[in-house]
C-alpha cells in the first residue's frame, strides 16, 4: 500500500498513452483509472491545440480521450483554478480531476481559503515545473536564436538546461542561461519561482531522478496526500499502471536538482527586485501611466474575484472613462492582491500594454514574506 512521503517510478501499461507521454505517462494513466473508476467526474487538463504554442484547457469525461492531453506543453502558461471557479462552479456539482503546476496548486488554495472552490471535490495531480515559455516569446525566439521557422517546429522540450526544439530537418538546443541573458526562454515570474515540486497536491510528478535503464520511460512520482496514495492504489491494482521503488541515488540527484533550482530563483529574485530600485512606488506609477484600463489583470487574477465591472460602480477611484486612470486604481489592486499574490504571472501576461505587474506584486509579497505567515508556496491550508 502506497503512503504519503514514497518516492516511485512509474509508467502506463496503456499503449497507447505511452506513445503521447512525455515520459512513462504516469500522469495520464493516473486519470483514466480515476475516471474509469469514478473516483472523479472529468479531468480537467491540457491539450495542444493548433499547434505547440497553442495550449488548451479541456473537460474530460471520455477515458479515451485523455490520450489527447499526454505530453508536456512548456509553452502552455495557463492557469486553471479561475476557469475551475468561473466555468465549473467551483467544483460544486462534480468531481475534477486537474494536472497543475505549482503555481496551479497555489491557486485553487487562495481560491479554496476564500470559499470560491470546493477542494473536497479535487483531486490533483502535479507536475514539476522548471518554468514555462511565452508562447508569443516563444515562436520570436525559435526565429531569432534558433533561425527556424516557428510554424515549422512540431515538437519541443527542456532537457538538462536546454530548451530543444525539433522541425522538419532537424533538431537544436540552446542553453536556457544563454537564451534567458539574451531576453528570450522562460516567463520572468517563471526565473523568480520556488514552487519546484507541487508537495501541496495529492501527487507530484516529474523526471527529475529517473536514472538508469527507465530514464526517459518513467515518470517519477512523489506521494503527498491519503488520496494520492488511493489513486496510485487504485490504479495499480487495476493494472493500469506499473511501478518500482526509486533509486536511492535518482532521489539524491533529484534533490540537488530542485536545490539549485531554488537557488536560481533566488538569484533571479535578487537581480529582478535589485533592478526595482530604491523607489518602488514611482517604479510602478511611471509603469501604470500607460494603463489601458481593460481590467485584464483584474479578471485573471486567481487571488481576486472582484468582478472588474464592480469596481466601476460608485467607485471614487475607478471612474468610467477616465484614461490613464487615476494612480489610486493601481496601488488599490497592488493593496488588495500583494499580501496572497502567487506569482503565477497572468495578469504581467495578459496585460496588453506589457506593464511589469507580476514584478510589482512579487516584489511585495516577498516583502511581506519577511515578517509573516504562511510564506509563498507554504499555505497551511491543505496537509
Ligand atoms: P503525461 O502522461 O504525458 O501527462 C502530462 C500532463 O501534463 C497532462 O495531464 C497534460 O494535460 C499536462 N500538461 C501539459 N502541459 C501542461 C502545462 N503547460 N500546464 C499544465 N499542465 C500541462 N518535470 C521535471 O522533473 N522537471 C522540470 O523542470 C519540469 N518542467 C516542466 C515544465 C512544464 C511547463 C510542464 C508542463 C511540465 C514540467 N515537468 C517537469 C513535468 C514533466 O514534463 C512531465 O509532465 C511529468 O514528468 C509527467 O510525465 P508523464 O509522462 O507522466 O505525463
Ligand atoms: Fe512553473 Fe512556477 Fe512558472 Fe508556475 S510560476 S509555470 S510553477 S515556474
Ligand atoms: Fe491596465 Fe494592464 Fe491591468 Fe489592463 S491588464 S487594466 S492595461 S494594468
Ligand atoms: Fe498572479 Fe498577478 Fe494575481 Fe500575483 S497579482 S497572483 S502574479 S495574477
Sequence with gaps: ??????????????????????????????????????????????????????????LITNPADLKDTAGSLHCGTLLLPKLVKKYLDGASKMKIGVTVKGCDVMGFLELAKRKQINLDNIVMIGVNCGGSVSPILARKMIADKFGVDPDKVHKEEIDKGQFIIEYEGGHKGISIDELEDAGYGRRTNCRRCKYKVPRQADLACGNWGVIGPRAGKATFVEVCSDKGAKLLDGAVAKGVLATEPANPKGLEIRGKVEGAMFKLGDKWRKKDFTALGANMWETINKETSRCIKCYSCIENCPVCFTAADALTKGSLMVKPGELAPNPMFHLRRFAHISDTCINCGQCEELCPMDIPLALFSHAIRVEGDTAFEPKLGASPYKN
Design 1 to 58: 500500500m502506497a503512503k504519503k512521503g514514497d518516492m516511485l517510478y512509474a509508467w502506463t501499461n496503456d499503449a497507447e498513452i505511452a506513445k503521447k507521454a512525455e515520459l512513462g505517462g504516469a500522469v495520464t494513466g493516473l486519470w483514466k483509472y480515476a475516471l474509469e473508476s469514478k473516483m472523479v467526474d472529468a479531468v480537467y487538463a491540457i491539450k495542444k491545440g493548433k499547434d505547440l504554442y497553442d495550449a488548451q484547457p479541456v
